[in-house]
């Protein structure tokens, strides 16, 4: 018995803002060509580096939004849910990916020390400055949805991540122009692969969170027992569960013991009513379904397994 059976996939929380993420995506990939050109002109490692962390970007985002695409399709006998979980799919793509280029970034980096090559520092630092800004502009495209999904988060701290890169870039361009320390190119490198494990770790970690239906962020399982417990006619609740389909859509499934008298119609109808706007409202959990149970049946259950 429950209240909420509407089990259409709608928007998702990365389908709202896909818009931002076409926006950032074009950004990203005319700076990546940029960046491409000016590594291979440079001869800078570390420029190479930025270009190919903010590819893996481009690539996250493309990936996001082909998951959002996916997502919106509608569910069927065999999929109940649709194609939501497609977005989790994505980010877990999109934090491997990150893992793989900072594996390859701190790879060459390795190969380059005690033979760093001449490196046009002019070109570099351009580079490297063009790509500073257009991050910019994309964390701000960004900002405002990057709470509301895995994936538009997961293009946000990439895009933040792009940054600080740009500017280790920059360093070592202004570093190598004053010293003509070579080897200022091969560490910036080294620093941006070590600034991308990180935020593909949290990353995963939460889409690993949402893979093994853990309570969203924030939801405290006994506080929504104790909501629960409030409303009039409810005697006890168990089998509770709480877990999280795709950003933006929390389910909650719960058994809840009420008095043997509320479970008439009229009753019945109020109790749910009560549930599911207590749980939407406090929880912002719109997907609720309860089973209600008569206390005389719990108390003949327990009597069975005493």
């Excluded at 960046?35 to 490692?45: I, K, Y």
């Amino acid at each position: 018995m429950g209240h909420d059976h509407n089990h259409a996939p709608g928007i998702t929380a990365t389908g709202k803002h896909r818009r931002r993420l076409i926006a950032v995506l074009a950004i990203t990939m005319a700076v990546v060509l940029i960046q491409v050109a000016g590594a291979a002109l440079s001869g800078s490692l570390a420029l190479l580096a930025d270009a190919g962390h903010m590819l893996s970007d481009a690539a996250g985002v493309f990936i996001a939004l082909l998951a959002a695409w996916i997502a919106s399709r509608p569910a069927s006998d065999l999929r109940t849910y649709g194609y939501q979980r497609a977005e989790v799919l994505a980010a877990l793509a999109n934090a491997l990916i990150l893992v793989a280029i900072a594996v390859v970034i701190f790879t060459e980096a390795i190969r380059r020390i005690g033979a760093a090559p001449e490196v046009q520092t002019d070109i570099m630092l351009y580079a490297a400055i063009l790509g500073a800004a257009a991050n910019l502009v994309s964390l701000l495209i960004l900002r405002g949805a990057q709470k509301e999904s895995l994936n538009v988060r997961g293009a946000y701290l990439e895009v933040l991540g792009d940054l600080l890169g740009s500017m280790a870039v920059i360093a070592a361009a202004v570093v190598i122009m004053l010293t003509g320390f070579l080897a200022a190119d091969t560490i910036a490198s080294v620093l941006i692969a070590i600034m991308i494990l990180p935020r593909a770790w949290h990353l995963l970690r939460d889409v690993v969170d949402v893979l093994l239906e853990a309570a969203p962020k924030g939801v405290e399982v006994q506080m929504i027992r104790e909501h629960i417990l409030s409303v009039a006619g409810v005697v006890a609740v168990h089998d509770i569960h709480i877990w999280t389909i795709t950003s933006g859509v929390p389910v909650f499934s719960a058994h809840v013991v009420v008095e043997d008298g509320v479970l008439s119609a009229r009753g019945a109808d109020q109790v749910l009513d009560k549930l599911t706007t207590c749980l939407g409202s406090h929880f912002d959990t719109e997907h609720c379904t309860f089973q209600l149970e008569p206390a005389s049946h719990s108390e003949h259950e327990s009597h069975q397994h005493a």
